[in-house]
């Protein structure tokens, strides 16, 4: 099966994205809360782009049940960006608007986009479903190791992702991605796979610089 050569073929990231300090300091609750806000800022913008990719896919899907669970996942990504991160934005006291979107940010959301417009659909279905599954088994991962402690500072992200409903739509959207590959060429096939391997690449990139709070290194060069 598609899914299970993916898991399989990216199991030394999936370590390396389990092990990164960012995650390791978000499950222990000692994330400082400027590195928080930073990735929470750069999440919501780049769920925005997520969301248009998903609404996209419910576009181009042949299969009405596929149409459906795109076009609900569209909405559902838009609703985590106006509840979960717009409330940390507002509880972190985050200037949004000073912090500038950063390069990974916008080569994820780019790729995503591009993929959407230019690639054929069982190939946009491979690249979506990196952000359901690797944020799914990290959110269950956390929640094992920190267990249901009301007081821990990121409590509402860990259930937010390990919520056995968002589960349910990691199901469905493997289940998609099995069947499209099952039935695909190829060149498809292998096409599908590299999406894939990009999306969850970019995965780990998004929480290291968030780790590292990444800036343009042309900043300097260009006027606001």
């Not at 972190?92 to 659909?121: E, K, M, R, V, W």
């Not at 739509?169 to 289940?175: G, I, N, P, R, T």
């Not at 998609?176 to 190829?186: G, K, N, P, S, V």
Request: hydrophobic content about 50%.
């Amino acid at each position: 099966m598609f899914c299970d050569d993916m898991w399989l073929r990216t199991a030394d990231l999936m370590s390396a994205i389990h092990d990164h300090p960012f995650n390791v300091a978000l499950g222990a609750g000692t994330l400082d809360r400027d590195r928080f806000a930073f990735y929470i800022v750069q999440d919501g913008r780049y769920l925005e782009a997520f969301s248009k990719a998903l609404a996209t896919a419910s576009a181009r899907a042949t299969d009405p049940a596929d149409a459906a669970f795109f076009a609900q996942s569209a909405h559902a990504a838009l609703a985590a960006e106006r509840l979960l991160h717009a409330g940390y934005v507002a509880e972190l006291g985050a200037d949004a608007a000073g912090i500038a979107t950063s390069p990974t940010c916008l080569a994820y959301a780019s790729f995503l986009q591009a993929t959407a417009l230019a690639a054929p659909y069982p190939v946009l279905a491979a690249a979506v479903l990196p952000c359901f599954w690797i944020y799914q088994d990290v959110g269950t991962t956390l929640l094992r190791r920190t267990g249901d402690t009301p007081d821990h500072p990121y409590r509402k992200w860990i259930s937010t992702y390990s919520d056995p409903g968002f589960a349910a739509s990691v199901e469905q959207a493997k289940a998609i991605a099995d069947r499209l590959a099952a039935t695909a060429d190829a060149a498809t096939r292998e096409a599908m796979a590299a999406a894939y391997r990009t999306a969850a690449a970019y995965e780990w990139m998004f929480w290291d610089s968030a780790w590292r709070r990444e800036t343009w290194p042309t900043a300097r060069w260009l006027a606001p």
